[in-house]
């Protein structure tokens, strides 16, 4: 048999050394790329999407405790923020209130305001230094879903509008109690369905938060504070979920989920999720 020469005979040795076995070990697996089941979801996604380009298209991985910054209250957020309000009962207070309050922080910046050569008005003076978290109180997370859901034209027989997420998660589960294939939304536990776009999920920040949707049917109409966030992406080991009056602003989260697509609770110091509530329109 023909001899090979000495250095092609160790380049092929040191070939076969340095060529890698096949690995035995499959790649990690991650749910499908999850849709919205029907107009009304798909709705709901683009409105909340909407919303958080309108403030700037902030997205964080998991739960910072704070952003770099907290946007000025610019006369487009102030105008966004009033226009949450008015999808609620409890809007028009609310609205008179703030409007009250950034008159009064407008006056004297106003008052000495150099007038206008043309129209002999004052400039329109916008207050410096002013965070769009002066107007947080009360919390506006609720009128932000509430807002969302009625734009993506849902009708208030599916959802009542409210600046309380515990109020409206009322008659939700009311509703699927009474019409469970009927109802508008569906309340799942968290282990039990993978949510898809267009989705509600929430969290009870009470000091002794319920450990399900199902406890919450025992005490209808108490308050709680709550926080309801709408999903806008699901699928690949993670989904993603925009929330109003998250770190001061509409925020887009990114979260992770388990390999069926379930999404996993937030860290200890968190409020934990107790429910699921899946968009049937």
Not at 71 to 99: K, Q
Not at 124 to 150: D, K, M, R, T
Not at 188 to 204: K, S, V
Request: with cysteine; aromatic share 8%.
């Amino acid at each position: 048999m023909r001899q090979l020469p000495l250095l092609a005979f160790l380049l092929l040795v040191a070939a076969c050394a340095t060529t890698e076995a096949p690995s035995d070990k499959a790649p990690p697996r991650t749910a499908a790329k999850r849709e919205a089941v029907g107009p009304g979801a798909a709705g709901l996604v683009a409105v909340a999407e909407r919303e958080w380009r309108d403030w700037g298209s902030i997205t964080v991985e998991g739960w910072p405790a704070a952003l770099d910054r907290t946007p000025d209250a610019t006369p487009a957020l102030f105008d966004r923020l009033m226009a949450y309000w008015s999808a609620t009962p409890e809007g028009p207070e609310v609205t008179n209130a703030h409007l009250h309050y950034r008159d009064t922080i407008a006056a004297p910046e106003a008052s000495t305001a150099s007038l206008d050569p043309v129209s002999g008005l004052p400039f329109n003076v916008v207050p410096a230094n002013v965070a769009i978290s002066a107007y947080n109180h009360p919390a506006w997370s609720a009128a932000f879903i509430s807002y969302s859901v009625g734009g993506a034209g849902i009708p208030r027989a599916d959802f009542d509008p409210s600046a309380s997420h515990a109020l409206y998660l009322d008659r939700l589960l009311e509703s699927a109690m009474l019409y469970p294939e009927n109802a508008a939304f569906r309340p799942h536990a968290l282990a039990d369905y993978a949510p898809r776009p267009g989705d509600l999920i929430c969290a009870d920040r009470s000091a002794e938060p319920l450990p399900s949707w199902q406890a919450r049917l025992a005490e209808p109409g108490r308050f709680r504070p709550m926080h309801c966030d709408i999903v806008v992406r699901a699928g690949g080991g993670s989904l993603e979920m925009i929330g109003g009056n998250v770190l001061d602003v509409v925020l887009r989260r990114r979260v992770p989920t388990d390999a069926e697509g379930h999404v996993q609770q937030p860290p200890l110091d968190r409020p934990p999720y107790f429910v699921v509530l899946e968009n049937r329109r």
